[in-house]
């Protein structure tokens, strides 16, 4: 099966395509296509993603005390005038390092749950069919938030999860990090993994999807918690 037929596969026919790639697991165009996505979108937002921490950086009347206010004045000005190298530095290295790391960790992560269930299934299985679930979040949901951004002239103020029905929620709130979890394009990434991981570990499809479901649920409390902290820090 061709890159573009598992793509099309992915979204029209993903138990289908999912089950051709349990037999044979093919990962490095998939990981590519998913890193150039990245790396566009990345590029593209950035600026945006800047100007949103710039505007809530500058009502911050707790960091201007911690920093003094020399200091702040050079971190405001650092952030009004971020060096172009680090913007691309950002872009076409940490965003796709990154990524990668994540991918090659959740991939463990779900191998290592599925071993509660199975003695079948590879890490090379699990990670061609995490590569390929996410064609729905990194490609489509993300094509869509960046129409919504570029709309909006914002990224803090985008999403495409429960949060977008709150519209007037503080965006710094663990409520709204919360709500941010239950994203439309990872609920469908997940339940679709559902079928691969019913594939790999040959085991019914309700266990498929337990396992996929439980490991969206412990990624979406590593990110709750890793985000309100660094808040805490940075006051």
């Known amino acids: 099966m061709n890159l573009l037929n598992r793509i099309q596969g992915i979204f029209f026919n993903p138990q289908l395509t999912l089950k051709a790639l349990s037999e ?14 990245l790396t566009i979108f990345s590029y593209i937002t950035i600026p945006y993603a800047q100007k949103d921490r710039l505007e ?5 009347v707790e960091l ?10 050079r971190r405001i000005a650092f952030m009004e005038n971020p060096p172009k190298a680090l913007l691309y530095f950002l872009s076409f290295i940490a965003t796709p390092a990154m990524y990668l790391i994540g991918f090659l960790i959740s991939s463990l992560v779900i191998l290592i749950i599925g071993r509660l269930t199975s003695t079948e299934g590879k890490f090379i299985q ?6 390929h679930v996410n064609f729905v979040d990194k490609i489509l949901g993300n094509a869509l938030r960046l129409l919504l951004i570029l709309t909006g002239k914002s990224v803090m103020q985008t999403t495409t999860s429960l949060a977008l029905l709150f519209p007037r929620m503080e965006m710094t709130s663990s409520a709204y990090h919360i709500l941010s979890q239950v ?3 990872q609920l469908w990434l997940f339940g679709i993994l559902g079928f691969g991981l019913s594939h790999i570990f040959k085991i019914d499809l309700k266990k498929g999807l337990i396992i996929s479901y439980v490991f969206w649920f412990i990624k979406s409390l590593f990110y709750i918690g890793t985000t309100l902290l ?6």
Not at 28 to 33: E, M, N, Q, R, S
Not at 126 to 131: H, I, T, Y
Not at 230 to 235: A, H, K, L, T
């Open 24 to 37: 044979k697991p093919v990962w490095v165009d998939a990981l590519i296509i998913v890193l150039i996505s």
């Open 56 to 60: 809530i950086e500058k009502d911050n």
């Open 64 to 73: 201007r005390e911690r920093l003094g206010e020399e200091g702040y004045n």
């Open 126 to 131: 699990v990670f061609a069919a995490v590569l």
């Open 183 to 185: 994203d439309f394009f």
């Open 230 to 235: 660094q808040q805490g820090v940075g006051g």
